[in-house]
């Protein structure tokens, strides 16, 4: 690149051009002026003749009045009048030409005015003179020698005048030579000094220019140094216009070597040529009208592309300076930038969509567990000193539990499962559960609860989840006493058949009478119908009911038919069958033995359990989804605490070691840029501390503890103490009571609070921010929604900032969720969301009121 085509003048050339510019036009202008002021005087000197001679020529005429022969003259009449009337012309001639030639010197007009008065009067006296002076007579003698007389005293009045004048002009010719001969000195010497000092210019501005292009030349190896090393592309573009003058291209002038780094292109085989011939994908675009955009309006131009080039997919931050003749491009590699923002945006979206569906998924368990019948329980396990399981802690009970036991489930969280149940460890329950727990393998049995002097039946199942079981529980008791009914029915299966079959069909229950020694069954209809087929459609027997059992379920049937034939105590079990129409049903099975006529019998009863199986089955899965999004979770957890904060960490090191080595070279831009890069590391680790604060937010109640309000408030308002006294903020609180909770989060709930009021200020008041404090009733609480108590502490937060639009007062509890630009307020979106996470996980409710320009409520309830 020829870097003299686009270099600049330095504020010394310019100056030096002035410098020397300004001295020629002096030396031109003085010159001028000593020659026209030469002119002037030579001129002045010229007028001061003119003046004299005029002076002269007043003398010769007024002299003429004196010489007797002249009055005698005319004296003489006839022709002798018109000698009188030219002389008299003659007069008044030397006195006209002498005011033009004296008309800038009032003195000397004010005795030619003077001059002409006498010489009126020596023209009158001549006159007279004449008139007598033909008579010959004493007393015209007389009168003549009287006339006389006045001529010659009108004669002295004009010599003095003349001789005043002619003092007056030889005083200024006097003073117009010496002028003159000033001018005519100082010329040459003032030639002479603006000629050298315009020389010692010359020399100088040659010196500058010099050593300015040695300099120059430094500069463009040093350069041409910059930008071989650099890693952004730079390059610089002429125009090149069509016939109407406008810009249709641009010719490559000069490309450094980061084309071949990234584009795989020479730039010595780019120079010359144009910019949509070596980057035809330009042709049309956006960055193409910035470069037009800048070459025009001469301004800073800067935008982000992607390029596309060679199987390389890259992203640049460009930047467009007008230069000279041209325009200067230049691109840094924003690629690990952009990857960057794409990791973090799938990584917002993927913990948005888990959020989601962990919400999902709570909200879809919420509702089963409200509208299934059966009892659902989580328990952890407790292990003593050797890791032996001694009891389990309740986790959670859903409502079910209330009918049955009247216990209420919150209450019942927490707690030990030994206390709740007295008799676990005597009815066999507790073995069953640490079975599930130590083997990973479902535990089901049955259980008796005796309520207001009845027998209560529930059917079990234990799924190991974690380390805890998950307990489904079901009421039997009508099962029990149907199965009950029904064995007595089949003593009576003759008498009563057609009333057994309408129970059994309702009940989806079918019965059987098997004579074990022959294999002889006797099936009822409606286990025909549950198998598909019509009455006695098929010869009933153990060996043909078999062909219709799960071949995977089949083993285990045969196994249980065994040990049954074995102790004569059959055992309730669980198997599937596929009935004639290809369908997959659930049957479970009971009975009991008898002997009748020396035969061993056993009367049992099938029901099909398909319905509860299957919802069984999708609330186990609920829970393998609940379990893993769990693990998702702790797998975020790990990734934040550590795989994101380790690099961030390094990043910070870094970054304070360029500080302190290196800020002392940075430009004024350059520690603009590093500013910002510092901003933006602190605010991804606040980032990533405010979802670890979020997602360690559990429901657990085993730190709660007896909580003073009003301590925790103390602590906050101490820690804010610095940004409480800059804003001269005032806070005014009631008296806050005292709750069941953990203290850190609730320090963490106020502390929040109180520090949006702080930063959402309004600019033209001071920070005023109360405290509100009530006890209300749960049916006061304005939205709908589980409460566990009967009233609730209605704590209130208000200020005076800048307010919100109320259609946010949900948006703004969401995650990531902000009303304002994060170069207007600071902050990562989800303070919010952590203070509604803490209310919720005290069983509590939280919203918000605001008015744009009038403050903003956030309103508390916590249960008493």
Aim: proline content about 2%; hydrophobic content about 40%.
């Amino acid at each position: 690149m020829d870097f003299k085509r686009v270099y600049t003048s330095s504020k010394a050339y310019i100056v030096l051009l002035i410098v020397a510019l300004v001295l020629l036009v002096t030396t031109a202008s003085m010159t001028y002026l000593q020659i026209i002021n030469m002119q002037k005087s030579s001129e002045s000197i010229k007028h001061t003749l003119q003046v004299y001679n005029g002076i002269s020529n007043l003398t010769t005429h007024y002299s003429q009045a004196e010489s007797e022969e002249f009055r005698n003259k005319l004296l003489k009449t006839g022709g002798a009048s018109q000698d009188f009337i030219a002389y008299r012309q003659e007069g008044l001639a030397i006195i006209d030409s002498l005011k033009v030639l004296t008309q800038d010197n009032p003195l000397q007009i004010d005795r030619l005015n003077s001059l002409s008065v006498l010489l009126e009067r020596l023209y009158k006296q001549l006159q007279l003179l004449e008139a007598v002076n033909f008579k010959n007579t004493q007393e015209a003698q007389s009168y003549t020698q009287s006339q006389k007389m006045k001529v010659s005293g009108t004669l002295y009045h004009i010599r003095s005048i003349k001789s005043d004048m002619l003092v007056t002009a030889q005083q200024l010719m006097h003073e117009r030579k010496s002028k003159y001969d000033s001018y005519k000195s100082l010329a040459p010497l003032t030639l002479l000094a603006l000629t050298f000092v315009a020389l010692l210019v010359f020399i100088l501005s040659f010196i500058r220019i010099y050593k300015n292009k040695l300099r120059f030349r430094e500069s463009e190896a040093f350069l041409k140094n910059i930008l071989a090393t650099t890693d952004n592309v730079v390059n610089y573009y002429e125009p090149i216009f069509d016939a109407d003058n406008k810009i249709i291209d641009f010719k490559i002038i000069y490309a450094n070597d980061c084309n071949r780094d990234y584009f795989g292109l020479e730039p010595d085989e780019m120079m010359g040529k144009t910019v949509l011939e070596i980057f035809p994908f330009l042709k049309g675009s956006e960055a193409f009208s910035k470069f037009k955009i800048s070459y025009n309006s001469q301004e800073k131009v800067s935008f982000d592309i992607e390029v596309n080039m060679n199987d390389s997919h890259m992203w640049f931050q460009s930047f467009v300076t007008p230069l000279s003749d041209g325009i200067l491009i230049t691109a840094r590699n924003s690629t690990a930038e952009e990857e960057t923002k794409q990791v973090q945006l799938a990584f917002k979206k993927r913990l948005e969509n888990q959020n989601l569906k962990l919400l999902d998924n709570r909200a879809f368990l919420s509702n089963i567990f409200k509208s299934i019948s059966h009892v659902v329980m989580n328990f952890k396990c407790i292990r003593d000193a050797e890791g032996k399981i001694i009891d389990f802690k309740i986790l959670f009970v859903n409502d079910r539990i209330n009918p049955i036991t009247g216990d209420i489930p919150e209450e019942l969280k927490n707690k030990k499962l030994s206390q709740v149940f007295t008799n676990i460890f005597e009815n066999g329950v507790f073995n069953h559960l640490v079975n599930a727990v130590e083997l990973n393998k479902p535990e089901e049995y049955e259980v008796s609860h005796e309520k207001n002097g009845q027998i209560f039946w529930f059917h079990a199942t234990a799924i190991k989840f974690g380390d805890g079981v998950t307990v489904t529980t079901r009421d039997i008791t009508e099962e029990k006493e149907r199965a009950n009914q029904l064995l007595k029915v089949n003593e009576q299966l003759i008498i009563r058949n057609s009333i057994l079959s309408d129970a059994e069909s309702i009940a989806k229950i079918g019965s059987f009478l098997w004579y074990v020694d022959s294999d002889v069954s006797d099936f009822s209809e409606n286990l025909f119908h549950l198998l598909g087929y019509q009455t006695n459609e098929f010869k009933s027997s153990f060996k043909t009911f078999k062909k219709f059992i799960h071949p995977e379920d089949l083993n285990m049937v045969e196994k249980k038919y065994a040990q049954a034939l074995k102790s004569l105590k059959p055992n309730e079990y669980t198997y599937r069958v596929i009935t004639k129409q290809g369908d997959v049903k659930y049957f479970k099975t009971n009975g009991q033995f008898i002997n009748k006529e020396n035969k061993t019998v056993m009367i049992g009863v099938v029901q099909d359990v398909t319905h509860s199986i299957v919802a069984e089955e999708n609330l186990r899965k609920s829970n393998l989804e609940l379990l893993q999004s769990n693990a998702e979770l702790e797998s975020f957890n790990r990734v934040a605490s550590h795989d994101l904060q380790e690099p961030l960490r390094k990043i910070q090191l870094f970054i304070s070691r360029i500080e302190d080595m290196e800020s002392g070279r940075f430009s004024n831009k350059g520690k603009t840029y590093f500013e910002k890069v510092k901003t933006g590391g602190r605010r991804m680790q606040s980032l990533i501390q405010n979802l670890l604060a979020y997602s360690r937010i559990d429901s657990s109640k085993t730190d709660f503890e007896n909580i003073d309000l009003n301590h925790v408030l103390e602590k906050v308002t101490e820690d804010l103490n610095t940004n409480i006294k800059d804003t001269n903020a005032q806070i005014n609180t009631d008296k806050l009571p005292e709750i069941k909770g953990i203290f850190f989060q609730m320090e963490q709930l106020f502390s929040n609070l109180i520090s949006n009021a702080l930063k959402y200020k309004n600019t033209v008041e001071i920070p005023v921010i109360q405290i509100k404090y009530e006890k209300v009733l749960a049916t006061n609480i304005p939205k709908l929604f589980v409460t566990i108590g009967k009233e609730y502490h209605k704590i209130s937060i208000i200020d005076n900032g800048i307010g919100f639009d109320e259609v946010y007062a949900e948006k703004i509890f969401e995650v990531f969720q902000r009303l304002h630009q994060k170069s207007e307020y600071s902050g990562t979106g989800i303070g919010l969301a952590i203070c509604k996470k803490i209310v919720e996980n005290h069983s509590g409710y939280m919203h918000a009121k605001g008015k744009l320009g009038e403050g903003a409520q956030f309103i508390i309830y916590l249960p008493v």
